[in-house]
């Protein structure tokens, strides 16, 4: 994983520049933002400042303390004003930052100041939310996407890249590179980007043929996908044990995203967190978001989590069902079954009614999980019957290899076998009679349904 982590970078040979485009593991932050009064992306500034700190997070970095400051626009030079820079300062040698996070893209003179001030790495959010992808990218299709949008990001701001850090690191006298050097890295970062957009058009074509002979876990798929904040990784909690995390082969790039929980007895599900729909995300970068979304395309079922307590909840939906029509499916791609899952009913203060082929829950209270499990199920596992079987001892073996022990209850021991309780598909009780196995009587004219 961590060799993958920096794969990505090393590209660019012994140049230093691409080194500084990633925010790396065992860092704390301190979050840095303006407050113009107005707001974004629908969202004030403190929401946009809680959205940054739970990006920091997702890219494995905890936040020490945030800092906002009320102004119209950012400083030319340093973005923030000069007295809050210091406090900025003051605070992250005071709390052990090592790195500060500017809540708005930076200007590359901004983050050279800026790093000279602070005397600590200085990251913008766009260099952030890159890291993220990079670090969740998948497929080779994801990272050839992610290494192109930092390089595009990287490209404008190669003059003076890095060179803050070069004097500081390197002592009196150390200079940034030279125009000729700069020209240099210049040709070899778009040399970079041509071959990379020449691989990106070919792994288009490999992905048609790939899809169609891709293995699957039998255990099948849900993918959560929804805004950063709406709750997704608040429901895996509650829909999967702590221990759960599957270290399937399938999902070794994934790791700790994929949880395994139950769906109904003895049925259960992999469960995967995806990286989450950013507000404002700056439109060089929806490509490399969707190609980190590879798991909703293999996914059998998509659950769509949306903050209901959000004003324009409507709205958010929306644009994330524009994003995976848009960017995320092909034409030629299946497109799996979604459900709607208005989350944070809890915090619900319209009266507004729900769609009703939606699920409303709470993630945080647990209410209605139940219900979502069910629903899932049905769509999973939607040949399911409860049925009543006459087991003869010879084919116990075949019942217990076919289905799960959670799925059996055992009604009676007679003489010729077990009768037996069981949830199973329509394709397992055929090859269960097959096995010798037969529908008892009194199970099959009851018609029994889960
Ligand atoms: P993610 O970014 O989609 O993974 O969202 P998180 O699971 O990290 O949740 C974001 C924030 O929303 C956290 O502060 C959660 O405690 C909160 N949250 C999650 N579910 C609920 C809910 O059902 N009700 C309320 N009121 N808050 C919730
Ligand atoms: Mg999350």
């Not at 005397?119 to 990218?137: E, G, H, M, N, P």
């Not at 240099?184 to 040399?191: A, E, I, P, T, Y």
């Not at 209410?367 to 899932?376: A, V």
């Amino acid at each position: 994983m961590n060799d993958d982590r920096h794969r990505n970078q090393e590209v660019l040979g012994e140049d230093r520049l691409g080194r500084r485009a990633r925010v790396f593991g065992t860092e704390q932050a301190i979050l840095a933002g303006i407050d113009p009064g107005t707001v974004r992306g629908g969202l004030s500034a403190e929401d946009s400042m809680r959205e940054l700190e739970s990006l920091a997070e997702t890219a494995g970095i905890p936040t020490l303390a945030s800092v906002l400051q009320r102004r119209e626009r950012p400083v030319p030079r340093t973005f923030l004003g000069k007295g809050k820079v210091e406090e900025v300062r003051r605070a992250a040698d005071e709390l052990g930052a090592d790195v500060v996070i500017f809540n708005d893209e930076l200007s590359p003179a901004q983050a050279r100041n800026l790093e000279e001030t602070l005397k600590r790495k200085v990251v913008d959010r766009t260099q952030l939310i890159l890291d993220i992808f990079a670090q969740r990218a998948a497929t080779k299709e994801a990272r050839l996407q992610v290494e192109l949008a930092q390089l595009r990001y990287l490209l404008p701001r190669l003059r003076g890249w890095g060179m803050a850090l070069t004097r500081t690191g390197g002592g009196i006298g150390t200079r940034g590179p030279g125009e000729t050097q700069l020209d240099l890295d210049r040709f070899k970062v778009n040399r970079r980007i041509h071959a990379l957009k020449e691989r990106l058009e070919k792994t288009a074509d490999e992905r048609a043929v790939r899809g169609k002979k891709r293995i699957r876990s039998p255990i099948p798929q849900v993918a959560l996908v929804g805004y950063t904040n709406s709750g997704k990784s608040t429901l895996l909690n509650r829909l999967c044990d702590a221990d759960s995390v599957v270290e399937d082969k399938l999902f070794a790039t994934l790791d700790t995203m994929v949880r395994r929980g139950p769906v109904a007895s003895g049925r259960d599900a992999l469960f995967v967190d995806t990286v989450g729909f950013i507000r404002d995300l700056p439109h060089d970068l929806v490509p490399a978001f969707a190609a980190t979304l590879e798991a909703v395309r293999d996914a059998n079922l998509i659950l769509h989590i949306v903050d209901r307590s959000r004003r324009r909840w409507d709205e958010d939906e929306r644009v994330v069902l524009e994003i995976l029509e848009g960017e995320v499916f092909r034409a030629e791609d299946r497109r799996p079954p979604t459900l709607l899952v208005l989350n944070k009913v809890d915090a619900v203060r319209d009266e507004n009614a729900d769609p009703t082929d939606a699920v409303s829950i709470s993630a945080k209270e647990g209410t209605n999980l139940d219900d979502l499990r069910d629903r899932i199920a049905q769509t999973l596992y939607p040949s399911d019957r409860l049925v009543t079987l006459l087991v003869p001892f010879a084919a116990v073996g075949t019942l217990y290899a076919r289905t799960t022990p959670e799925r059996i209850e055992v009604l009676e021991h007679r003489e010729s076998g077990m009768l037996v309780r069981a949830r199973v598909s329509e394709q397992e009780l055929a090859e269960l009679k097959a096995g010798g196995v037969t529908l008892s009587a009194s199970g099959a004219a009851q018609g029994e349904r889960p």
